[in-house]
């Protein structure tokens, strides 16, 4: 039984600023390891570079921090090495939507066996809060004085597009189904992606928590089928908008699982990774004099 | 003696290469001596192909100036290649597909007018399948036996099926038929069948063996010239030996999953050329700081961007010591000969363990592409040599008492035994951030001093397993070469050569151009004379960096980047100048 506390550190403590959302995500994500009863030796969190990167120093599990838009190959190493562990990415909009966006992409097609969470907050955060690839259009900030015209990248279409089998999107400030999320997402045989809206409470002034709290709706409210993938695209065109808002219109911003598919994952395509993970196999002594005198 | 040069040119998209390999393999099972070296566009289609495949009973390391059978499949080939004739050649040729003017090659050349088309056709195979006719005809001109080429038809096509089998035998027989009973005894050479048992290998195959012995686990490759030929061959053996390749997105992915495999526990590989390097930049700096065990190969072509895809030069030997930001220690061992492509990627794959660094092989199109004939005993001593050594990683039964594992503890060597993930009390982070012990990151002078110097201690432990330079030749010379990487070959030649003529120079091979231990350098040139380096770049990188790490000033250079290897004739004529001055 793995309970919160065993996935507490003592040494060190998250170092966010007061009220970012990303604190929210890191709750769900340890109650969702506890609920699945993961050991935690078990699990390796893979992260890129932005505040929400750092959130595998704060999670007693095994922890990579690579580099900005690289932790997705990472984890997909780890896991073709070894696919009995529970790998999960952690990534910013600007980490996996900007920097990552190809792999994002190939890993979704694979199906590799994954889960993709993104703490979306519309902003770079960690270099001081300039516009990423989901800031909305007709932004502007301190660092970006003059409004953003380009339409934003909608997270959900392009997973569904890139073919990921489980697309979601939580917010930070609903712990109980981020929670419920993230949990099915790991359980989920395949690739999981998780688009958390996550107030960045310090540079994006715009998508605050009160402002996600007056648009949110979950999809499950609205009895939305999840193995419809149209529907699926529909509920996704709502948001973000492409075009500025206009004049009385109120974002809708639906949350929950939009879409779910069972497929082979990228593991059960490939052979040698049968019952015994590659790291177990021994290596010593493998004979290659076939192989030479094949070359005779 | 017998030393003979084949030649096959013509239109890419007609067989040359698989010609040409054939054509390699005969005359290893004749028990010659023999290198390949092939030289073709980038292009699928329509560029001119040319195959050289030379010979001798006498042992050779590189390909030569000259040809003395040159099998022309169109009449580009002899426009090209007319000027390289030998005095007694004999020009291979189908008179329906090619004109030749009887009055334009020398009278003493001997024309070996060849219906390959009508010849292909009476078999029942199609225009596609005169590569194959001409190999029976180059065959026949020199032995006249066909049974070595029918086995080799039977090994080669076996999995293909009787009926191709079949077919590939009656076409190569066809042409063997034909030239043997109008040309019998015309030609200059006839060849012996030597005892030598040799094998037949390419750099790149040499090099997915060497990553198959040392027991790869992942491997990701995007593809590039010129390290296909490692893909090729691991993909073929991948199930039989059970590990995984696979083509990535990008290069940046290759070498970040290679990195994820390998923190997971498993030997991991990436190669690719410098332009994919060029991707991989910021992740080679990734293993270093994560201290995760990386093998790369980084086959090079000349650059810059996209420069010439298919040719061969020694440009990226600055780019590979220095890529990255930071300052961080990296292992940078170059081949030269095939045998060598073999047994330095089976150390890398233990250094990089050992040492918990990337190493980088260092290779480029010329031995890459590049076939050798190798006595099979030469790769059985390497392989029963080698014994896997992982360093230290924690067993599972060690990780499970650990009660404050920190993965990045500061030891005296500064080794830290590594966990796996999945083993209960070796939990940690590995962070690309400057970080404490524990992985934690940590930005306080001191710590950072520490890690530096931690990691670059791991260098300073492996000194002693790096093979100093290789000596070759009479330690007393008038001259000394020396080179790194592929160069080895002609140089190898050109001695001999000269040594025929009795001047016996000698030359100084650096393989492990990093660490470069200036003691072992200095000492293996303290008796030279005259020095000459020789490169295939434009800067003298390599001098360079001898000159860097060891002060030492060399009389002369010899460089090339034309994107051709050296000719022995080039560094021949190099070396007497020399010595006559
Ligand atoms: C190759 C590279 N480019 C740029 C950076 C600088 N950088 C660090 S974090 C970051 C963006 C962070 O935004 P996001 O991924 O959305 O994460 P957040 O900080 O908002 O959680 C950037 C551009 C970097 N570390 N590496
Ligand atoms: S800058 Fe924004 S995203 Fe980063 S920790 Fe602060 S509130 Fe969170």
Known sequence: MTELKDLEITYDKPNWCPGCGDFGVWVSLKNAIVQLGLNPWEVVLVSGIGCSSKLPYWVK?????????RPMPVAEGIKLANHGLTVIVIGGDGDQYGEGGNHLLH??????????????????????????????????????????????????????????????????????????????????????????????????????????????????????DIKDKIKAFQRAEEWPLRRPLSEGEKEKV??????????????????????????????????????????? | MTDIQWLIGGEAGYGIMTTGVMMSKVFTRLGLSVFDYVEYPSLIRGGHNAYYVRASDEEIYSQRRGVDILVALNRETIDKHKSELSQNAAVIFDPTLVKVDPQELFSTILQVSVPLLELANQV??????????????????????????????????????EEVVLLNINTSKAGFDFVQKNFQNKFFVHIEKQKQKNLLIGGAEAVALGAIRAGVGFAAMYPMTPINGIMTTLVAQASKYNFVIK????????????????????????????????????????????????????????????????WTEQGDLRFVLHAAQGDFPRIIIAPGDLLECFTYTLHAFNLAEKYQLPVIILVDKYNMEG??????????????????????????????????????????????????????????????????????????AEN???????????????????????????????????????????????????????????????????????????????????????ENNHQGQFQGLLREHTGFVSDDHLRKYDGRPFYPEEIVEKVKAMLSS
């Not at chain 1, 993709?116 to 902003?123: P, S």
């Open chain 1, 107 to 224: 890993a979704a097609r694979r199906n590799i066996d994954l889960t993709v969470i993104v703490h979306n907050n519309q902003v770079y955060g960690l270099t001081t809060g300039q516009f990423s690839p989901t800031t909305d259009i007709g932004e502007k900030n301190k660092a970006n004085p003059n409004p953003i015209m380009e339409a934003p990248v909608n997270p959900i279409e392009f997973a569904l597009a890139a073919g990921a089998t489980y697309v979601a999107r939580g917010f930070a400030g609903d712990h109980k189904q981020e929670t419920e999320l993230i949990t099915a997402g790991i359980k989920h045989k395949g690739f999981a992606m998780i688009d958390i809206m996550q107030p960045c409470v310090t540079f994006n002034h715009k998508n605050t928590f009160s402002w996600f709290y007056e648009r949110v709706y979950t999809l499950e409210q609205e009895g939305h």
């Open chain 2, 371 to 444: 076939h050798s004939s190798i006595a099979i005993e030469e790769f059985k001593i390497q392989d029963s040599r080698f014994k896997i050594e992982r360093g230290k990683i924690l067993s599972d039964e060690e990780a499970g008492v650990q009660t404050d594992y920190k993965r990045y503890v500061f030891v005296e060597d500064g080794i830290s035994p590594r966990s796996l993930p999945g083993q209960k009390g070796g939990i940690a982070l590995s962070g690309s951030d400057e970080h404490d012990e524990r992985g934690l990151y940590d930005e306080e």
């Open chain 2, 247 to 310: 083509e990535p997105e990008d290069e940046i992915a290759g070498i970040n999953m290679a990195i994820g495999a390998s923190y997971a526990g498993v030997r991991s590989l990436a190669a690719t050329s410098g332009g994919g390097f060029s991707l991989m930049v910021e992740s080679l700096g990734l293993a270093a700081q994560t201290e995760v065990p990386l093998v790369l190969v980084e086959g090079m072509r000349p650059g810059p961007a996209t420069g010439m895809p298919t």
């Open chain 1, 61 to 69: 599990t095994y922890g990579f921090n690579g580099l900005h838009g």
């Open chain 1, 254 to 296: 639906a949350t929950g699982i939009f879409y779910q598919e069972d497929r082979p994952t990228w593991e059960d395509v490939t052979p040698q990774l049968g019952s015994t993970p590659l790291v177990k196999h021994t290596i010593d002594n493998r004979d290659i004099t076939l192989l030479l005198e094949e070359l005779m």
């Open chain 2, 124 to 161: 029942g195979a199609d225009r596609l399948m005169i590569n194959t006719v001409s190999v029976g005809s180059s065959l026949a001109l020199l032995y006249s036996d066909f049974s070595v080429l029918e086995k080799i038809m039977q090994d080669v096509f076996n999995k293909k099926g």
């Open chain 2, 448 to 534: 950072r001093k520490k890690m530096v110097d931690k990691r670059f201690k791991k260098l300073e432990m492996c000194l002693p397993e790096i093979p100093g330079p290789q000596m070759y030749g009479l330690e007393d010379a008038p001259l000394t070469i020396v080179s790194f990487g592929s160069t080895k070959l002609p140089i190898l030649e050109a001695m001999k050569w000269l040594a025929k003529e009795n001047i016996f120079i000698n030359f100084v091979q650096v393989a492990y151009l990093n660490p470069l231990i200036p003691d072992q350098f200095n000492s293996a040139i303290k008796n030279a004379k005259k020095t000459l380096v020789i």
